[in-house]
């Protein structure tokens, strides 16, 4: 069993449905509105803990009526919160506007999230005592940077999803072992993606693509199901990719590729369990 640290936001998702994703400046009738807890790196942790790994969450909620849900959700996983602070004020929310093809579009206010903005001694003791450290940027960059150099000197694996996108240190992609980029992130990384030793793209439909220092270079296709909503359908991806991180970057792609598309299957930011991936995985294998 993996047992990962993801350092990350947590937030309150209010998920608006409707026939399409509006135009810049258009208004379209909704036809659903739902409140749900998310943020990515509560989306991962969970993710990681459904396939099996040993998780901890390292960020803050606020002390609003949220804030219990949110907990809530982490306890129900089996995500342990020693580490999850809580910050006078709102915890995080995210706004959704879901399509009917599964399309979205987000905006996030970060509320307690902006708070983490250093670590504390427990929060370094618990990145030191695990195998590997997973994070986005929903966070400030100071705790990511801090994060990964802690992490790096303790021989942990770091992962890090470049989302949502800033321009990242090389400082900080040297203590990267891993990046988990969407298609877009990919580009906007441009030729600093190189200086890490693996680099992973997600490409929704048409599956992923990992690269690896060496030359190492392999796609590998996505389960075909009908999309419902791909919202956390990509931090469904990082989650299990994480959590089998240990069996080579190749499987645990494959994994992750699966993960993803069960997500897309479901409404809200849905985590498949490991039953459920080992299922499909093993279906895709027999057919090969």
């Given at each position: 069993m993996s047992r990962i640290a993801v350092l990350g936001s947590v937030n309150m998702d209010v998920v608006v449905r409707a026939t399409r994703l509006p135009a810049p400046g258009e208004t379209v009738l909704g036809e659903s509105r739902t409140e749900m807890p998310g943020g990515k790196g509560a989306n991962q942790a969970v993710a990681a803990a459904r396939m099996g790994a040993q998780v901890w969450f390292i960020g803050a909620v606020g002390n609003?009526?949220?804030?219990?849900?949110?907990?809530?959700?982490?306890?129900?996983?089996?995500?342990?919160?020693?580490?999850?602070?809580?910050?006078?004020?709102p915890s995080g929310l995210a706004s959704i506007t879901v399509g009917s093809d599964g399309e979205n579009s987000i905006v996030v206010i970060p509320g307690a999230n902006s708070a983490v903005e250093r670590l504390s001694a427990p929060d370094l003791a618990r990145i030191r005592d695990c195998d590997l450290?997973?994070?986005?940027?929903?966070?400030?960059?100071?705790?990511?940077?801090?994060?990964?150099?802690?992490?790096?000197?303790?021989?942990?694996?770091?992962?890090?999803?470049?989302?949502?996108?800033?321009?990242?240190?090389?400082s900080l992609l040297s203590r990267c072992d891993a990046l988990i980029a969407n298609e877009v992130e990919h580009q906007q990384l441009g030729s600093s993606a190189a200086r890490v030793r693996h680099l992973i793209v997600t490409r929704g439909?048409?599956?992923?693509?990992?690269?690896?220092?060496?030359?190492?270079?392999?796609?590998?296709?996505?389960?075909?199901?009908?999309?419902?909503?791909?919202t956390g359908a990509g931090d469904a991806f990082a989650g299990a990719c994480a959590a089998l991180w240990h069996t080579g970057a190749a499987s645990a792609v494959h994994w992750g590729c699966?993960?993803?598309?069960?997500?897309?299957t479901r409404t809200g930011a849905y985590s498949p369990t490991y039953g459920e991936v080992a299922e499909k995985v093993l279906e895709s294998e027999l057919d090969g």
């Open positions: 609003d009526p949220a804030a219990a849900v949110l907990r809530e959700r982490f306890a129900g996983a089996g995500v342990g919160v020693s580490e999850l602070r809580t910050i006078d004020g450290l997973l994070m986005q940027l929903e966070l400030p960059i100071s705790v990511v940077e801090e994060a990964a150099a802690v992490a790096h000197r303790a021989g942990v694996t770091v992962i890090l999803n470049p989302s949502p996108f800033q321009p990242l240190s090389k439909a048409a599956g992923a693509w990992l690269r690896s220092t060496g030359g190492e270079s392999l796609r590998v296709a996505a389960l075909s199901v009908a999309a419902v909503d791909t699966v993960a993803g598309a069960l997500a897309a």
